[in-house]
């Protein structure tokens, strides 16, 4: 508003009256006011003997190196001193405001990555049978490509190979079905992008990790199989 000038010592206000003008005697930021999610707008902060309201609600921020307690009964016991008949409705501090303000996006945080969890527990499971069936399925199989020189450990690449795989196929309808969701949800997020690389990676080499650790057993099992008796089996 005042361009190069310096604001320290300038008055402004809402009319003619000089009674409607105030002096400004500090600058502050813009800043989120009422909600963490609106844009930050700019702000004034005048004398609460100035309110249009008397008798309204006033608000102190205390900057304090005191515990919450201490400063809490130093503030009220100076409160009583002053005016005994005025109340202090509430003592806050700044983290819990904030920690209350982000209350459900955290529950919501909560409760999605226990059923991520869950989810990623089951699938192991789910794979670690899926597997391991397989292989009873191609133990002739295995058993002729041992017999005709195949190795222990091309083997249990195989197995490994063939779970990569079934993880390839699931990224490629997982991904956009999360990125879809991501975005029917981004409302819900603060200052997070539902598209984050980070996120993504650190999500795909979890799922990676799940993979191999499921298809171990399977693998270690399909390795030893003795080609004389898959074949005898045939």
């Known amino acids: 508003f005042y361009g190069s000038r310096y604001p320290i010592g300038e008055e402004f206000g809402f009319g003619p009256k000089p009674t409607e003008h105030y002096q400004i005697v500090g600058v502050v930021k813009n800043s989120r006011y009422n909600s963490l999610r609106e844009a930050s707008l700019p702000v004034m902060f005048r004398?609460?003997?100035?309110?249009?309201?008397?008798g309204s609600r006033v608000n102190f921020l205390l900057r304090t190196r005191l515990s919450f307690g201490q400063a809490s009964r130093a503030?009220?016991?100076l409160s009583s001193e002053i005016d005994p008949a005025v109340p202090?409705?509430?003592?806050?501090?700044q983290t819990e405001l904030i920690n209350n303000l982000l209350r459900t996006e955290r529950l919501l945080s909560i409760f999605s990555s226990a059923f991520s969890l869950m989810a990623l527990v089951l699938s192991g499971i789910g794979l670690r049978g899926l597997?391991?069936?397989?292989?009873?399925?191609?133990?002739?199989?295995?058993?002729?490509?041992?017999a005709l020189g195949a190795s222990s450990?091309?083997?249990?690449?195989?197995?490994?190979?063939d779970a990569l795989l079934l993880?390839?196929?699931g990224l490629a309808v997982g991904l956009p079905g999360a990125l879809f969701i991501g975005k029917l949800l981004g409302h819900t997020l603060f200052h997070?992008?539902?598209i984050d690389p980070v996120t993504s990676t650190v999500a795909v080499a979890t799922m990676v990790m799940v993979v191999l650790v499921s298809s171990w057993i399977p693998a270690r099992r399909a390795s030893r199989i003795d080609p004389a008796i898959a074949l005898r089996d045939e």
């Open 47 to 54: 004398p609460s003997a100035t309110s249009s309201h008397p």
């Open 75 to 77: 503030f009220r016991q």
């Open 88 to 93: 202090v409705i509430s003592i806050d501090t």
């Open 131 to 146: 597997l391991g069936y397989m292989v009873d399925r191609r133990r002739n199989e295995i058993g002729v490509r041992m």
């Open 153 to 161: 450990q091309r083997v249990a690449e195989m197995v490994v190979r």
């Open 167 to 169: 993880l390839l196929a």
């Open 192 to 194: 997070l992008h539902p």
